[in-house]
């Protein structure tokens, strides 16, 4: 049951932050948003760390993981914002939220059982976020770049999610958490800092936070899921394109379509299944 409520509660998360950043992301620049992202979260993660002091055993594999935990987040987010701001965010979405497919499967190839009805559960709550956050062909932005950069964007993404599912499950929870944050100041937001490049309007510094401390909490709510389970909390975080699809209809006055609408009744039901099952 951890994994599952671990799992909605990161896709929450990063439903608004990938909202937020969309927006900054527009009025900013991506590697701007980023930067900033990336230093909200660190203010937040790096006393916590701190405070925790250095784990006994951490050695070799164990910074492995955390090097592709950060390494994998902060070059996703860097493609996902680009692929916002030249596109479409009906069209990134779905693609990036395949990330919780790839974590799933590497979890599953290294070894984490898995029942045959979860598996099958899981598969239909995958098709369902991609329906749920499916809109029709579009002219309009750069399609072809902004697709191909969202693909990049899953991969990274889904090495990320399964090295921070191995990082905590070896490592205090708050060592998740440090990663991105680490890695993104130092190759993203001290290098415009240096070059006098790192400014934000004010229009998009409220975005900027909200996105930031959402990322963080979404890490920390998958990092304890992933404990109990990867391939269940994976999966479920990645219903974030399915909720910033129905906080767009909502916010923004978006119409959903009956495909999308088809999407979202088959994640519900799925997950309540699930939930069950994992209770």
């Given at each position: ?187 993203v937001t001290t290098p415009l800092l240096v070059r006098g490049r790192l400014r934000i309007t004010r229009t ?76």
């Open positions: 049951m951890i994994a599952v409520l671990g799992g909605l509660g990161a896709a929450v998360c990063w439903a608004t932050a990938a909202l937020s950043a969309a927006r900054a992301s527009r009025l900013a620049g991506a590697r701007s948003v980023l930067a900033w992202v990336m230093l909200v979260g660190f203010v937040v993660a790096a006393p916590l760390t701190a405070a925790s002091g250095v784990p006994p055993g951490l050695g070799g594999r164990q910074l492995f993981w955390l090097a592709v935990s950060g390494g994998g987040n902060v070059a996703g987010l860097l493609c996902s914002y680009e692929a916002m701001r030249i596109g479409r965010v009906s069209l990134v979405a779905p693609i990036t939220s395949t990330e919780g497919a790839i974590a799933a499967v590497l979890a599953v190839t290294t070894g984490e059982a898995l029942g045959g009805p979860s598996a099958a559960l899981l598969t239909a709550i995958a098709v369902g976020v991609v329906l749920a956050s499916s809109s029709p062909p579009s002219t309009t932005g750069q399609p072809a770049r902004s697709t191909a950069l969202a693909v990049c964007a899953a991969l990274m993404f889904g090495a990320s999610l399964f090295a921070t599912a191995r990082v905590s499950r070896e490592l205090p929870l708050v060592w998740a958490l440090i990663p991105a944050r680490l890695v993104g100041v130092a190759v998009a510094a409220p975005f900027v936070v909200v996105s930031g401390l959402a990322e963080l909490g979404g890490f920390t709510s998958y990092a304890e899921g992933a404990r109990h389970g990867i391939a269940v909390s994976a999966v479920l975080a990645s219903q974030f394109a399915a909720l910033a699809a129905v906080a767009a209809y909502f916010l923004f006055r978006e119409r959903l379509r009956p495909v999308q609408l088809a999407g979202i009744c088959t994640i519900a039901v799925c997950v309540g299944v699930l939930s069950a099952l994992r209770a």
